[in-house]
């Protein structure tokens, strides 16, 4: 099946610095990508969809200036936290749509970064 | 936008006993899948299943789409089968929005 990695796994950044985190589809090509945050006890959050070529698209309530993505090729999205506090940590995890033609709306999750800020 | 509901909430189990968790949604949608996420956090793919009936293993799921539901049946569960198990849907285009899941905790 398709696979998606993230980079880091995991990362402690201090307060007032900026933390990138790098989603990859590995043997298939996306042109949409996804970021999504949870919470301790929580369930997944859409944040933002990430378009190749273009603007990212955020959900209601998501900072755009502090939670910047780029999609700069047809494998590589990235999230970068602009200055990070204490409330920006947790488990941020991307996902990437499956190929058309056999399930193409299956999404592919990457195994998650989790952010601590200090 | 779409709503998701999972139920229970949250789950214990006798091990070796049988569950059927549910999640019922609010629109038309065009994917639906069911995924386990580990103590690691990583979410393990379960059954994409937008309609129709899967089975794998112990695991088997069924879609009714034109009632806006889906279950997860586990059979004879085991305690590896703890963790959250999440619902996600999509409607139209790829977005996929989650249930908040159901927790489930098997005994030995």
């Known amino acids: 099946g398709a696979v998606v990695s993230q980079h880091p796994s995991w990362v402690i950044c201090k307060s007032g610095t900026s933390v990138k985190i790098e989603c990859r589809s590995l043997d298939f090509q996306a042109t949409t990508m996804f970021w999504y945050r949870q919470f301790p006890k929580q369930s997944l959050m859409l944040m933002a969809t990430?378009?190749?070529?273009?603007?990212?698209?955020?959900e209601q309530g998501v900072e755009k200036d502090k939670f910047l993505i780029n999609h700069a090729s047809l494998t590589l999205s990235t999230l970068t936290v602009t200055s990070a506090h204490p409330e920006d940590s947790s488990f941020y995890i991307c996902?990437?749509?499956?190929?058309?033609?056999?399930?193409?709306?299956?999404?592919?999750f990457g195994p998650g970064t989790r952010l601590t800020v200090t | 936008g779409i709503q998701v509901e999972q139920s229970p909430p949250d789950l214990i189990l006798q091990e070796g006993a049988n569950s059927t968790l549910r999640c019922n949604f609010s629109d038309s949608v065009n994917n639906l899948q069911w995924f386990h996420q580990n103590p690691w956090g990583q979410l393990i793919n379960l059954f994409y299943?937008?309609?129709g009936t899967k089975q794998n293993g112990r695991l088997s799921a069924t879609t009714v789409a034109t009632e806006r539901y889906s279950l997860l049946y586990i059979s004879s569960s085991q305690t590896t089968d703890s963790g959250v198990y999440f619902c996600?849907?999509?409607?139209?285009?790829?977005?996929?929005?989650f249930g908040a899941g159901t927790r489930l905790f098997v005994k030995a």
């Open positions: 996600a849907v999509g409607t139209g285009g790829f977005k996929t929005i």
């Open positions: 990430s378009n190749e070529g273009s603007k990212a698209t955020y």
């Open positions: 299943i937008p309609s």
């Open positions: 996902s990437a749509p499956g190929l058309a033609g056999q399930a193409p709306y299956e999404q592919y």
